[in-house]
């Protein structure tokens, strides 16, 4: 019989927890606070610790990362208000089993507990070193680095958010490559490719016949990935009757191809990206909050090329030399006239409109060494536009047209996250931190400017 122990100064948590837990055979014992169950821990260990983050005295990070230190393979799981996930999950770097929010749904919550007792310990066979294959010395991406390092020893969630071309997917490839999953699957699928009606035959497969043009039986990308990692690119296309069945098979670990009567179990890691802002998504009934919650366990943001620009010279060289050698080229060496270009260029597309540069001039640039006059003509009418116009609104048209020149969608969102973020700081500035003052410059409400700099990342 699994022990489990739980540690809340709520009572009706400790009291809920404990009746639910005992109906379903399990041994519980409660503690009101952290130091009580550390003391307990010298004499005696659980199967599983179920912790809250605030409590008086010791926190559940606290108690965390004692276990972390001296008990490997005992599983913690966190619970947190909805309002702390995301700072709690920072906080802990992953560390936990899983996260889950207050208010929970007992029953999901029920089924994450008997996951954490059956799944192995994930620090069984860590690797130590974590292995990179992404180029970046600057401090945005380095960020990006220690995230994939703390994430390394688990099998968490992940939401990678970033603009188009930032490299999402490599990112996750990574998270698969350095996780204790790294010898099993890495299947990705890019939620904008599928029509609307072919999205749960791809997730889920389908039967022989269980719908016209079914003429065969199809292994979906869940059972593809099985013991492995499914990335599920631009999750915010993911039409809302698709999330509803994405987010029963995360809680119940099984599904049923289109078309069958037979569950199929499964035990997949989902990462999931988007350029997208889900939290504005949710609050349009675009994307469901539950799914939502369920896939932000832990966030990792992907810098624009444009705030990584330290970066450029080193990827120019890590792309022309591919093209040269792929393309049976003699290799383009960039010109410090041309360096300066690349690097005040915006980069609307970012890393994948520069990899596309790269593939041009390697075809295009007349001599092997590239100037500045060789460049793509985008890049070097970018130096004319960037020069202060006669007013900011020349200067706003002049940016919107550049970036309109190599996006095909979400004009809007990028431009209107540009500036509410240049509003943000300059209230903030001008406040000297103060959220309040800054507020009331921007003419906003408080919680309306808290929600706007945590959906921004300021």
């Known amino acids: 019989m699994h022990k489990i122990w739980i540690a809340d100064d709520d009572d009706a948590i400790r009291l809920i927890l404990e009746e639910s837990l005992g109906s379903e055979g399990f041994m519980t014992k409660i503690f009101s606070n952290g130091e009580d ?3 307990e821990l010298e004499t005696e260990k659980p199967d599983l610790i179920i912790t809250d983050v605030q409590m ?19 599983p913690v799981i966190i619970m947190t208000a909805f309002a702390d996930m995301q700072a709690a999950v920072e906080s802990f770097g992953g560390g936990a089993f899983e996260y889950i929010p207050k208010p929970f749904d007992l029953e999901e919550a029920i089924k994450i507990i008997k996951r954490a007792l059956e799944e192995k310990p994930l620090t069984k066979g860590l690797k130590k070193d974590v292995k990179l294959d992404i180029i970046g010395e600057s401090l945005p991406m380095q960020n990006v680095f220690r995230a994939i390092g703390k994430l390394s020893n688990t099998i968490a969630t992940v939401l990678v958010q970033g ?18 999953r790294h010898d099993m699957p890495f299947i990705a699928l890019n939620m904008a490719d599928i029509p609307k009606e072919l999205v749960e035959s791809e997730l889920f497969g389908h039967e022989r016949g269980a719908f016209t ?8 990308r869940f059972e593809q990935a099985n013991g492995g990692t499914l990335f599920l690119d631009e999750i915010g296309d993911m039409p ?28 997949v890691r989902i990462i999931a990206a988007t350029h997208q802002n889900l939290n504005n998504l949710v609050s349009q009934k675009k994307f469901r909050e539950d ?24 990827l120019c060289k890590f792309f022309l030399k591919n093209y040269s050698e792929s393309l049976d080229e003699e290799l383009r060496v960039l010109s410090d006239d041309a360096k300066k270009l690349l690097e005040k260029y915006d980069w609307p597309g970012n890393v994948r409109q520069l990899e596309n540069v790269c593939y041009w001039l390697t075809l295009m640039s007349p001599t092997q060494h590239v100037k500045a006059q060789d460049l793509p003509t985008e890049v070097k009418e970018f130096e004319i536009t960037d020069i202060p116009a006669s007013s900011w609104e020349d200067g706003l048209q002049n940016w919107l047209n550049n970036v309109s020149m190599n996006i095909e969608s979400g004009l809007s969102e990028i431009a209107i996250t540009k500036i509410e973020k240049m509003l943000i700081k300059t209230a903030l500035e001008r406040s000297k ?26």
Do not use: C
């Not at 043009?213 to 979906?220: D, L, N, P, S, T």
């Not at 799914?291 to 080193?314: G, M, Q, S, T």
């Not at 003052?437 to 408080?446: H, S, V």
């Open 56 to 74: 008086p005295g010791m926190l559940g990070y606290d108690i965390l990362k004692h276990v972390n230190n001296n008990y490997e393979d005992l």
């Open 240 to 267: 809302l009757e698709s999330q509803t069945r994405l987010l029963r098979v995360l809680s119940n670990k099984e599904f049923y191809r289109v078309g069958g009567d037979k569950p199929i179990k499964v035990d």
């Open 433 to 458: 931190g103060k959220k309040n003052d800054a507020a009331q410059i921007l003419g906003w409400g408080r919680n309306t400017l808290s929600k706007k700099m945590k959906d921004h990342g300021i």
């Open 37 to 39: 169950l550390i003391k």
């Open 291 to 314: 799914l939502f919650y369920r896939l932000n366990v832990i966030k990792i943001e992907v810098p624009a090329l444009k705030e990584r620009k330290d970066d450029i010279e080193d």
């Open 163 to 180: 603009e188009s071309g930032t490299g999402k997917e490599l990112i996750a490839k990574s998270l698969h490559k350095n996780s204790p």
């Open 213 to 220: 043009g079914a003429v065969e039986k199809r292994i979906g």
